[in-house]
């Protein structure tokens, strides 16, 4: 039995993202009850993370507190168990507008490190900014999912930590895949994956493809031991001519890799023990 076998597998499902639009695939959710609808199924599906965003009924996204104290009290109402990770992401908001939830308590909340560039613009994160998310996270009890887009956000959630500057449990997340950041490379992947083993043993991390990379790196992820994200914030396909007929069906899809490498998939409550998370 390899050292694999046996470890539950953390599946998060990113739900809706900024950017898909029901034009892209109409199962997107965009509305709190199309959201939470969509959520109870992926957690039914395995998964035990949802990692949220909230849209105007526009469609575009926002950041405004109010939607996500709807959000988590109705997915607190459905799946009470799970795992809510809100989103700070840049696309959102602008400056300390991206924290504005955070007084709202989730069980985490995505963080990036550093800049870097996206298909078409910059993905601005600066050190102060970053700092403040950090402090924030750290006021409210917010464990941070790092969110990292190069190799120089590995090594600065390490230093970060390691000062005690990042809430509870260290979790990094390789994005892979984003156009003209890091793309889904195997030989990177690893490179990543033995950072993290030699520089921060005791921590957990996790790995996300974008695109058609999704299901390549949720393999990768499972089969060296770590965790995986899937969704349609991610990825709006099964293959370049089916799109995904829900988030439930991407996470699935995740579920049933894990099966393939004998690995359970995590429940609500592992997840919160191998993360050390505090009951819901």
Not at 153 to 171: P, R
Not at 243 to 255: D, E, T, V
Request: aromatic share 6%; hydrophobic share 40%.
């Amino acid at each position: 039995m390899s050292d694999i076998e046996g470890k539950p597998c953390i599946l998060c499902c990113a739900i809706t993202g900024s950017l898909p639009r029901k034009a892209d695939n109409l199962a997107v959710p965009i509305s709190i009850a199309e959201q939470v609808e969509s959520s109870l199924a992926a957690v039914e599906a395995g998964a035990s993370i949802i990692h949220a965003h909230v849209r105007n009924e526009d469609e575009t996204p926002s950041s405004d507190p109010d939607k996500f104290a709807r959000l988590k009290e109705e997915l607190r109402r459905h799946c009470p168990d799970v795992v809510i990770q809100f989103s700070t992401g840049g696309r959102s908001g602008a400056d300390q507008e991206r924290g504005g939830m955070l007084s709202l308590r989730p069980d985490m909340a995505s963080l990036s490190v550093g800049s870097n560039n996206f298909p078409n613009r910059v993905y601005e994160n600066p050190p102060a900014l970053v700092d403040w998310l950090a402090s924030e996270m750290r006021t409210y009890g917010v464990t941070p999912e790092v969110e990292a887009f190069d190799l120089s956000h590995i090594l600065q959630a390490i230093t970060m930590h390691k000062a005690g500057f990042l809430y509870g449990l260290l979790y990094i997340q390789f994005v892979m895949g984003v156009k003209n950041a890091m793309p889904a490379d195997k030989t990177v992947f690893d490179f990543y994956v033995q950072q993290m083993h030699e520089r921060a043993p005791n921590a957990e991390w996790c790995a996300a493809g974008i695109g058609a990379q999704q299901i390549v790196v949720n393999e990768w992820a499972i089969a060296a031991g770590g965790h995986t994200r899937a969704g349609l914030e991610d990825n709006v396909r099964l293959d370049k001519n089916t799109k995904a007929p829900s988030n439930a069906a991407l996470i699935a899809r995740a579920a049933a890799l894990c099966e393939v490498y004998e690995r359970p998939v995590a429940t609500p409550q592992q997840t919160r023990e191998i993360l050390g998370l505090c009951e819901a």
